[in-house]
């Protein structure tokens, strides 16, 4: 367990209300048509093969207008899996932060929201656009204020100081396959612990594999989703792992998407390994991999096993408390609950 940390800041629930107001405040000032033009053009840019050699996010324009439409789904896909990894870490606390790639900083409201406490918080990203406004919106949150944001080249140039906890969340599809595999590598040299979010499709699960996989060859172990460091079951080219979750829609989603419904679910894939010895950090026994189905009187659960198998498990009614639990599950979690009868 960690020594004692400083004064914690506000929960989880007061930092996501803080940064929603921030941003709908800066969307005050920006036309609504600018904007949706904005996230249009980014949207394609993100979904292309964007060169590391040209800046995304150009002007304030541009990064007021993503930040607004990106940073509370990133927010909420890395807040899911870093409560995975405090669920498996119970006791540990990073006491520092390095945000790999971090832009607008939506991975250090997460760590905030995660693990309430004032830490030293660095962010690197190359657009200095996105970092100036990172750290205007981080004036918000009393946790984050006094963090470094650091223009940097992320890629094969990369040198990172030791730190506690580094994340890297929707970063590694934007570079070379040499430098994808570099800063992952100096991830994995600098912290005892490595979290590594990339979006919920075929190739960004294949990227997280491949993170995965250097990060084991490193020395970490498998703090989540996987309840084992060896092999995934998965097929390659069959399936893919990932999760999902909820989002509230501001004004700018609807009026970028055309939406009608107040929330959208962000697809995620992720890994977090540590170098935590394993009685400080013990991944879920099992985890669920697709949405419970309830039927009547049983919920299957679809599981990733510790014995690198995926199976089908059913929980009834004559499970009792098990059962209730079952119902209450949701794709992504832990099974079983510690304690069920609760």
């Known amino acids: 367990m960690n020594p004692a940390v400083p004064a914690p800041a506000p929960d989880s629930a007061s930092a996501e209300e803080t940064l929603r107001t921030t941003l709908a405040r800066l969307l005050d000032g920006l036309p609504p048509r600018q904007a949706t033009t904005a996230v249009d053009r980014l949207i394609t840019s993100y979904r292309g093969n964007t060169p590391t050699h040209t800046p995304v996010l150009r002007d304030r324009a541009d990064v007021v207008a993503y930040a607004a439409y990106r940073m509370p789904a990133t927010f909420e896909a890395v807040r899911a899996a870093l409560r995975a990894l405090a669920r498996a870490a119970p006791d540990w606390t990073p006491r520092s932060h390095t945000d790999l790639g971090g832009g607008t900083g939506a991975a250090t409201w997460a760590t905030a929201a995660t693990w309430p406490a004032e830490r030293p918080v660095t962010v ?46 929707y970063v590694l599809g934007e570079l070379t396959d040499a430098d994808r595999a570099h800063v992952v590598d100096a991830a994995a040299a600098a912290a005892r612990t490595v979290v590594i979010v990339e979006p919920g499709t075929p190739d960004g699960y294949g990227r997280i594999i491949e993170a995965r996989d250097r990060l084991i060859a490193a020395g970490l172990r498998i703090a989540a989703p996987c309840p084992h460091s060896a092999r995934c079951p998965i097929v390659p080219g069959e399936d893919w792992c990932h999760f999902a979750a909820r989002v509230s829609r501001s004004s700018l989603h609807r009026q970028v998407k055309g939406g009608s419904l107040p929330y959208e679910d962000e697809k995620f894939a992720y890994v977090a390994a540590t170098r935590l010895p394993p009685e400080e950090a013990t991944p879920a026994p099992h985890r669920i991999v697709r949405r419970p189905q309830i039927r009547k009187g049983q919920v299957l659960l679809d599981l990733c096993d510790p014995d690198e198998e995926l199976r089908r498990g ?16 949701a794709w992504g979690d832990a099974w079983p609950p510690p304690h069920p009868e609760e």
Do not use: M, N, Q
């Open 314 to 329: 059913t929980v009834t009614k004559r499970h009792g408390p098990l059962y209730r639990a079952a119902r209450d599950a």
């Open 124 to 169: 690197l990203d190359w657009a200095e656009p996105a970092l100036a406004l990172g750290r205007e919106i981080a004036a918000a949150h009393p946790a984050l204020k006094d963090a470094e944001w650091r223009r940097a080249r992320i890629g094969r140039a990369l040198t990172l100081d030791a730190t506690d906890l580094v994340t890297v969340s």
